[in-house]
């Protein structure tokens, strides 16, 4: 047959064939094109979660899913972004696990994939964070993934999309700064950008190209920022590197106050060429850092992305979750009841009437169904006709354990195979064998708790481990230069050479040789001998090692099992290229030794924990210097638990990561020092609350230490501690009202080691005006010889409370909860905290965490001191609840929190709290003004006193304040003291 004569002879009849059949053949090719119901997962390491944890990565779900024979592909955020990748004609299913947050710049093309009549999977209260990238290759000097707007991305660009918007307030500069690149001095360098700015831009405002040696920074130059530029305006200016330049980069930063300024299309060349040597200098690349623009209720509707809001059930009564079997989940193996209590519920009212619910979880209240937890909804209405779309839930997966992902694993794998189904893209059979295969795979272990602590004898003569003699002559090798590598093996050799005697110091900053300065001043060491060239130091102490151990730099946690074993073999951690350089005998190479993260830590628990000191532990970043020093000294255990952004990374898992190290703190005994920090950036570290709390759980507390030099440090031998200065005698004035400042974070030692700043120790306004310290009490046994600095350096205006929550940083709501007698295991922790607080003379404590009544009561009555509960003032406390005493110790709630961040509004913001809480009642008032460290330096304090005392206010020492108030209870009859 001659198709095309037919064509042409019946060309009528053909065109009424196409236009009856198109929309059907269109139909076919839309359920063919996601025929296989494929499954797209959004994973972007660095993306935020907001109210759900990461227990469950994008990555392993997809390859659940896979497993199950549900197609899957993971998509980033370029991806998803792009309607060519990810469409309803690809893929039948969306999965989204990050909770609240979402992906601004992807937005639109999901909800053009949920109109086309794709299926979204969310968790959390899902699309009210809206969130956009930070370019990549730049970083900021503001804590940009909390939210700081003074460094932001913009969608006002000079070319492309976004631009880089800095405003000035608070802080020494405000900016932002590009990846470094090689250079040389004598070089010359044209840098420029696009810029606009408002009234307030000045001189000092600058786009500067950074000059850097071996050493560190070297100076800076480049071109003002033109004032009030209301269009683009293009700066340049051609600078010269110094001598001893080895790299550059671009530093855009602000110095004038309120200052505000637009950044686009930035440009460095050298001399006599053409090409940026800048990436991403148009800031159009997104990188791994977000920002999340808060909470924002115009994305949570119905006609935004199509989930419905979300509803609040009352508060009281008793709250029980239950698996509603009419969703034919198959989910009725669930433990529900162990996360039973109150949840947000599926608001059914804020969807059209064409769209229907079918519960999966629901929450009753005394009985009584409230609404659904988890649930289907089935879009009929015009917007999004024919996507069925599933909120998997929130709170029900929050808690970051192997429970919470067994949950969103079996709701969210079974949830999508019924979504396929409904769509007729997945068989009733092979769903059968889903649901089946999905029950089989729910194994979730036993949590470890009901265990019988392990008390250490012998405490308060042995607490740590440290060296026995004093140092006299020290060798200094200065190392600033060299890489982490090569630090790491100078890290090992120091610990071995410090074991007995501090004998190796090591400069790795410019706060190392503050200490050194002071040690020699104060007569705690005798010489300090400078090594010209610092590989001297490995033939000086090469009897302290017996070989060499390399690491594996590809496994994220292999430092620290080459540490652990270094300790107890007196080996030098080396890569390969170092063994070569130092001649080493290789010992033991542990490249490729373990897969995960998991299996060498699970390896850890098993092997090396029964040989290592079991008087301290470490929780420690692996790509810093920390305290490796200390750890290869003393057998120290250490470790790392990931967070979102480096545990996206495949060879870890945070889960399974936390779970190995629950079963090395149920080893170890209770009341023990935990050094480094669980946090090393947002989402890198399991982060601070949750560190704290899992050492807590398990009778362990946190000693925040991320500095250098422990092992020489805690070598330092003080023979007494001069006692605080004691409070002066103020007379009880009923007309006045009465404040202190309280300054938090004491108990991180690496503040103290690090000056105390912002607040500033050495500022020229300290001792004008009355401050309490919190001081951390391991801090005479970790840095004897620095405490004793601070000590004897304090005015009579200074005094020192025992930072949080006693001898170290826990949350005593939970401390020890994971034991069969948790009041025992508290009762070691504040007796020890006391033995402390009497031994340095401590005139109080700060604690937070502590919510309970009868918790506060034991601490007053066990420690004898002055309380000041509270991390910043907590939402529900008022004046009228913030003070009391219980047992003859007077108790202070915080009244005060931190707020923004420009200096003035900040200053003000204090004031104005203090003056709200009090309002008009009748002096005397009593006031614990809480001042947050890390926003506040000694400037800013003392204004704040000065507009407070024009309010009636007198400021003084918390244990000043404790004694006035005992006064005015009539509960102290000397004037002003106890």
């Known amino acids: 047959m001659d198709f095309a004569c037919f064509f042409k002879d019946n060309l009528r009849e053909v065109n009424d064939m196409l236009r009856k059949f198109l929309p059907f053949c269109l139909a076919i090719h839309l359920l063919w094109g996601a025929s296989e119901g494929r499954i797209a997962i959004f994973y972007q390491p660095g993306f935020p979660y907001y109210m759900v944890s990461w227990a469950l990565k994008p990555n392993s779900l997809a390859d659940f899913l896979n497993k199950l024979g549900l197609e899957t592909d993971l998509l980033n955020l370029e991806e998803l972004s792009n309607p060519e990748k990810f469409n309803a004609q690809r893929y039948a299913i969306f999965i989204h696990l990050y909770g609240n947050t979402f992906p601004l710049s992807a937005v639109d093309n999901i909800i053009k994939f949920h109109k086309e009549g794709g299926s979204i999977i969310s968790t959390g209260v899902p699309f009210c964070h809206p969130c956009i990238a930070f370019p990549d290759s730049w970083e900021a000097n503001v804590p940009i993934a909390q939210g700081d707007r003074r460094v932001s991305v913009v969608n006002e660009a000079k070319s492309g999309k976004w631009a880089i918007r800095i405003e000035k307030r608070g802080g020494d500069w405000i900016g932002i700064w590009s990846e470094k690149i090689p250079a040389r001095g004598g070089e010359r360098f044209t840098i420029s950008a696009w810029v606009k700015s408002n009234e307030f831009s000045g001189e000092e405002d600058k786009l500067f190209v950074r000059f850097f040696s071996d050493r560190g920074f070297i100076g800076q130059d480049g071109p003002s920022i033109p004032k009030n530029a209301r269009d683009w305006t293009y700066i340049e200016k051609t600078v010269q590197a110094p001598e001893g330049t080895t790299y ?13 300024v637009i950044f686009d299309d930035i440009k460095l060349v050298r001399e006599n060429s053409s090409q940026n040597l800048l990436a991403n200098p148009s800031f159009e690349k997104p990188g791994n850092l977000f920002i999340d623009l808060g909470h924002d209720m115009k994305y949570l509707t119905h006609n935004f992305v199509g989930t419905g809001s979300f509803a609040e059930p009352p508060r009281s009564g008793r709250f029980e979750l239950r698996y509603m079997r009419a969703s034919g989940l198959g989910l009725d193996y669930l433990p529900l009841k162990d996360r039973s209590g109150w949840y947000q519920l599926l608001d059914e009212t804020s969807l059209p009437s064409d769209d229907s619910v079918k519960g999966v979880i629901g929450l009753y209240r005394d009985d009584k169904l409230e609404g659904y937890v988890s649930a289907f909804i089935y879009h009929r209405c015009p917007q999004f006709k024919g996507a069925i779309d599933m909120w998997a839930g929130t709170q029900l997966f929050s808690p970051l354990d192997l429970m919470s992902t067994y949950l969103v694993q079996s709701i969210i794998a079974n949830g999508s195979a019924f979504i396929l189904v409904e769509k007729g893209l997945l068989s009733r059979k092979r769903f059968e064998g889903i ?3 999905v029950k089989l795979a729910f194994k979730p272990p036993k949590p470890i708790q009901e265990i019988k602590p392990i008390f250490l004898p012998n ?3 042995d607490f740590v481990p440290k060296p026995e003699e004093a140092p006299d002559d020290v060798y200094v090798a200065d190392i600033r230069h060299l890489p982490l590598n090569q630090q790491f093996s100078f890290l090992s050799l120091q610990g071995l050479a410090n074991r007995r005697k501090p ?8 706060r190392d040789n503050f200490w050194l300065e002071w040690y020699l001043k104060r007569g705690l060491i005798k010489r300090a001998i400078h090594l010209q060239d610092p590989w001297q130091a490995f033939g000086i102490f090469q009897t302290e090692y017996k070989g060499g151990i390399i690491y594996d730099d590809k496994l994220y946690t292999g430092i620290h099992i080459a540490m652990m074993l270094a300790s107890l073999n007196d080996l030098i951690v080396a890569d390969e290229t170092m063994a070569r350089k130092l001649s080493l005998v290789v010992v033991e190479d542990l490249r490729g030794r ?6 060498s830590l699970e390896w850890a628990v098993e092997k090396l924990l029964p040989k290592m000191d079991k008087r301290v532990a470490a929780f420690l970043y692996p790509y810093d210097t920390n305290v490796w020093d200390y750890v290869v000294a003393f057998k120290v255990f250490c470790f790392w638990i990931t967070g979102w952004v480096d545990g996206a990374r495949p060879d870890c898992d945070p889960v399974r990561e936390k779970l190995a190290i629950e079963k090395a703190y149920a080893q170890l005994p209770v009341n023990i020092p935990i050094l480094g920090f669980p946090w090393a950036g947002e989402g890198v570290g399991i982060q601070e609350g949750p560190g704290v709390s899992l050492g807590s759980q398990f009778g362990k ?3 925040a230490s991320t500095f250098t030099n422990l092992s020489f440090h805690s070598g330092i031998k003080v023979k007494e501690f001069p006692k605080p200065k004691p409070p002066r005698s103020i007379p009880l004035d009923r007309t006045r009202n009465y404040a202190t400042f309280l300054i938090s974070d004491g108990d991180n030692i690496t503040c103290w080691w690090g000056g105390f700043v912002p607040p500033g120790w050495d500022r020229p306004e300290r001792g004008t005006l009355p401050l309490g310290w919190t001081l951390g009490p391991t801090a005479v046994e970790f840095i004897p010889g620095i405490a004793l600095y601070y000590l004897e350096s304090a005015s009579p205006l200074d005094s020192f409370l025992c930072a949080v929550s006693g001898i170290g940083y826990m949350y005593p709501d939970e401390y020890g909860s994971r034991f069969v007698n948790p009041d025992a295991v508290l009762s070691d922790f504040l ?3 006391k033995t402390y607080i009497n031994k340095l003379g401590l ?8 919510t309970k009544p009868e918790l506060i009561e034991k601490y007053a009555k066990t420690l004898r001191v002055p309380l000041f509960p509270d991390y910043s003032r907590r939402g529900d406390m008022t004046y009228d609840k913030a003070d009391y005493i219980i047992d003859g110790v007077p108790v202070f709630h915080a009244l005060t929190n931190w707020g923004p961040t420009g200096r003035e509004e900040a200053i003000s913001y204090i004031v104005n709290q203090v003056l709200e809480t009090v309002g008009n009642r009748k002096p005397p008032c009593f006031v614990n003004v809480f001042i947050w460290n890390w926003g506040y330096d000694m400037g800013m304090l003392k204004e704040i006193k000065e507009r407070l005392e024009e309010k009636n206010f007198l400021f003084v020492r918390p244990d000043e304040l404790a004694n006035l108030y005992l006064r005015y209870r009539g509960l102290s009859d000397k004037e002003g003291n106890r």
């Open 248 to 260: 550059v980069d671009v530093s855009p930063q602000l110095r004038e106050e309120k200052s505000v």
């Open 435 to 437: 649901v089946k295969r």
């Open 459 to 461: 405490r308060t003569r």
């Open 503 to 510: 004998r190796l110091y090591l400069i790795l900053n410019d």
């Open 594 to 599: 373990w897969k995960t993260t998991y299996d």
């Open 701 to 703: 507390f946190t000693v």
């Open 831 to 833: 007796n020890l905290t």
């Open 843 to 850: 005139q109080g404590c700060w604690t937070m965490g502590m």
